[in-house]
Structures are given as C-alpha cells and as structure tokens.
C-alpha cells in the first residue's frame, strides 16, 4: 500500500547540505525587493495627504523620474553612493540646480528610509559644493521712486502699487500676495492674519500693517467690487486681474510679477522683483535694530541661516555694529 503524502512530509533522502541549499533559493526567490516606481508613488501620496503643495510634489515626481531613467533604477535596493555621484555627473546644469536636485532625492531617499525600505541612510554624506552668490534686496530709494511714478489713477496702477507696498511693508512672498484674501485683513487692528494654508511653512503669522496699506486696502476692495460685479465674478480676493480673476497662485511669474520685469525695464530701475523687494523688508527691519531671530520669523524662515543671507551685510557694516558690543 502506498502511504499518502502530507504537506508536511519532508523527504528525508536529501542530504543536509542539499537540503540547507533548497531553502536558500526558495528565500531568494521569494525574497521582494521595493520597485523604484512603487516607492515613488507612494511617497507622492503620503507628501499629498501631508498637506505637501502641488509644486513641490511635481518636482519630486520630475526629478525622481529623471533619476530613474538616466540611472536605470529598477528597485531601491540598486541606489548606491556612485548611482547617486553618477546620476549627478551626466548633469549638463551648473552646481546649484545639481544641488537642488540632490536635495530631493536625498528628502526622498529620508522618506524611504523612514518607511523602513532602506536599512542605511548612506546618501547623508554626498553633497555639491556651490559658491553661493548672496542676492541684493532693492533699494529703498528705488521702490520710492517706483511707487511715485506708477500711475495710480488706473485699476492696474492702484493694485500694483499696493503690493509693492505690501510686499516691502510686510515681507511676505509672491505666492503669498497672489492668495491674499478679504478675511486675512484684520480692520481693528491693523493686521495681516496669515493662515498656514497660503504660506510655504503652513504656519500661522500675523503682520502688522500701517495706515496707508489700510487705506489702499479699502480703496482696492471698493474697485475690486465693481470689476467682480461687472464681469459676474464672485471671489474675495485682495489682489485680481483686470477682468476680475484671481491671479495665478501656482507660479511666481504672475500677473504682479510681470508688471515689476516691466516697470523695472519702463523706468530703468535695477533689481526690482519680488524676491528683492522681500529681502529689503528683511533688511529694512535689521536697520532700525530688528534681531535676527524676529525677521526669520515675519519672514517665515525655519532656519536662521537663510535670513543672515537675505541681510546682505557688507563688511564695513558688520565691524560697526561689531563694535558697539566691545
């Protein structure tokens, strides 16, 4: 009679070695490394549910992508120190967009390894050197003269001069001016109430403001009124076009950014953009005896070391104020 085979039946006529060798392969072949691509998209989501603004997600995606492709990354488990040194190498850009780059994959490669995909964090050590070059905030006396000349009679004059103004009176970014709403004003106290959802490190700020910004303010909305009802828009808005829609959020170069490259080329001014009128605000407050610590935070800065650059002090500037603490 032939006895039944169980699943629990080992056939003792392999020898041990053959034995040890069977498990062996059937733990490599049942082995699962992570998929490069599966990884990535499930960073993605994870970014998305954490509130990660849809520009940042699509650069990770771009750059992500264009490791994989010019590597050939299949799994994660591929991804050593000279993949990543080689990857940095076929680069036809100069260091600092290296840099940047790197800092994605290297946030991602953090992720993974926080996820527990990746036992090492061997990416900490590579880095780019890039000489950085320290950008000019505008000049005070550039924004006057802007702001003078502007015509302020027309829809476009008033709201481009009110968000110089905003912008050198209160700092905050491009992005940020571009989702400014009605409820972000607070009339009693003359402050800008900032929720973390129109700001880049999603906290809450609040900024106060003079009473020329509120006075523009009220005489914009009252002409923002009458646009949306001529056109039948319905948004509530600080800043809008000329017909009444909002501007574009998603990029810097909108509407208000447009008109400064224009003004400044119109009226042969120098350095006149967002960005430079932001870093005069911070240097403006540094002047009248500001700490560093308050302009990083109303600029909304995590680290101290970013708003130092924004200050642009000059050597001569630094031994002076050096010298009171003697």
């Known amino acids: 009679m032939t006895k039944k085979s169980g699943v629990f039946d080992v056939d003792f006529s392999l020898t041990t070695k053959e034995l040890t060798a069977s498990i062996k392969k059937e733990k490599t072949v049942t082995a699962r490394y992570k998929p490069f691509s599966e990884a990535v998209g499930t960073i993605i989501s994870q970014m998305e549910v954490s509130g990660y603004r849809p520009r940042t997600i699509k650069d990770y995606d771009t750059v992500l992508m264009n490791f994989s492709k010019s590597i050939g990354v299949t799994y994660l488990e591929e991804i050593t120190v000279d993949t990543i040194y080689s990857w940095l190498d076929l680069m036809q850009v100069v260091n600092q967009t290296k840099l940047t780059r790197l800092k994605v994959l290297k946030s991602f490669l953090g992720k993974c390894f926080t996820n527990g995909w990746l ?83 999603h906290q809450v700020l609040k900024l106060p403001i003079d009473d020329q910004l509120v006075n523009l303010y009220k005489v914009l909305i009252q002409c923002n009124d009458k646009l949306r009802e001529h056109y039948g828009e319905s948004n509530t808005n600080l800043f809008i076009s000329s017909k009444a829609t909002t501007l574009n959020t998603k990029s810097t170069n909108n509407a208000i950014s447009k008109q400064l490259t224009k003004y400044a080329k119109h009226y042969g001014l120098e350095n006149i953009n967002a960005h430079a009128i932001r870093r005069a605000f911070a240097k403006n407050l540094h002047d009248k005896g500001a700490s560093v610590a308050l302009i990083s935070k109303a600029l909304g800065h995590s680290d101290l070391a970013v708003t130092t650059q924004y200050l642009d002090l000059d050597v001569e500037e630094v031994a002076k104020d050096l010298r009171e603490y003697l």
């Open 119 to 201: 036992s090492l964090n061997f990416w900490q050590s590579i880095n780019v050197k890039v000489d950085k070059k320290v950008k000019k905030g505008a000049k005070p006396s550039d924004i006057a003269i802007l702001v003078s000349l502007i015509d302020k009679t027309t829809f476009i004059g008033l709201r481009d001069v009110t968000a110089i103004l905003t912008m050198y009176k209160t700092g905050i970014r491009i992005n940020t001016l571009g989702q400014l709403n009605e409820r972000h004003i607070d009339w009693g106290n003359n402050t800008l109430v900032l929720d973390g959802a129109i700001l880049k490190n």
